[in-house]
């Protein structure tokens, strides 16, 4: 059950994109539709945004979105805002185990 | 409205023993899975253990393995986890999430607040 690699941080100035990825192996990332985004403000649980790779909750706005190639899944942020400052957690359920792994988590700077 | 209230944290000493609860509302609880994820002070999520909607299928991290036992009251609308073998490093807010499946393989959907355990001599 090895945690999920994410980059420790990125960060975007207001307006702008940004992507954070999310590196796995074929028994999670790669071969499975069971992967989630998780972002978390300080001080509060985690809210989940993107679900089943690609799939919006309702009430998250569609600047958010997410795709996956291979063993790599990538959120993207259009339109960064400043409330969108916090952590951002993958998490994808692995075939061998029969459990769900997270991603160290990424922390997102708007400038 | 879903909420999900933890309960049950609190010190504890290395090698005894604490019992979470989850009180679900808002929702048929018997219509999804069920998961504890915990976070460590300044750290990131850690998937811990999660129960089918019959509790039919069970999976724990291979870190509490043996030790932490999941349970569910359906009826009760309750979920619980049985903290065996404390160790220093199970320190950490624990989270209550609902699945968006019955199965669990599905999302988390829906998170507590979380209740936090502290394991110190």
């Known amino acids: 059950q090895s945690a999920l690699t994410q980059p420790p941080s990125v960060s975007g100035s207001p307006g702008q994109a940004v992507t954070i990825s999310c590196t796995g192996i074929s028994s999670d990332v790669g071969s499975y539709a069971r992967f989630s985004w998780y972002q978390q403000s300080p001080g509060t649980a985690p809210k989940l945004i993107i679900y089943?790779?690609?799939n919006r909750p309702s009430g998250v706005p569609d600047r958010f979105s997410g795709s996956k190639s291979g063993n790599t899944a990538s959120l993207t942020i259009s339109g960064l805002q400043a409330e969108d400052e916090g952590d951002y957690y993958c998490?994808?359920?692995?075939?061998?185990?029969?459990?769900?792994?997270f991603g160290g988590g990424t922390k997102l700077t708007v400038l | 409205e879903v909420q999900l209230v933890e309960s049950g944290g609190g010190l504890v000493q290395p090698g005894r023993s604490l019992r979470l609860s989850c009180a679900a509302s808002?929702?048929?609880?018997?219509?999804?899975?069920m998961h504890w994820v915990r976070q460590a002070p300044g750290k990131g999520l850690e998937w811990v253990s999660g129960?089918?909607?019959?509790?039919?299928?069970?999976g724990y991290a291979d870190s509490v393995k043996g030790r932490f036992t999941i349970s569910r009251d359906n009826a009760e609308n309750s979920l619980y986890l049985q903290m065996n073998s404390l160790r220093a490093e199970d320190t950490a807010l624990y989270y209550c999430?609902?699945?968006?499946?019955?199965?669990?393989?599905?999302?988390?959907?829906?998170w507590g607040q979380g209740t936090l355990v502290t394991v110190s001599s």
């Open positions: 808002g929702f048929s609880l018997d219509d999804y899975a």
């Open positions: 998490s994808s359920y692995t075939t061998n185990s029969t459990s769900w792994v």
């Open positions: 089943e790779v690609t």
């Open positions: 129960i089918s909607w019959n509790s039919g299928s069970i």
């Open positions: 999430a609902k699945g968006n499946l019955a199965i669990v393989q599905g999302d988390f959907d829906y």
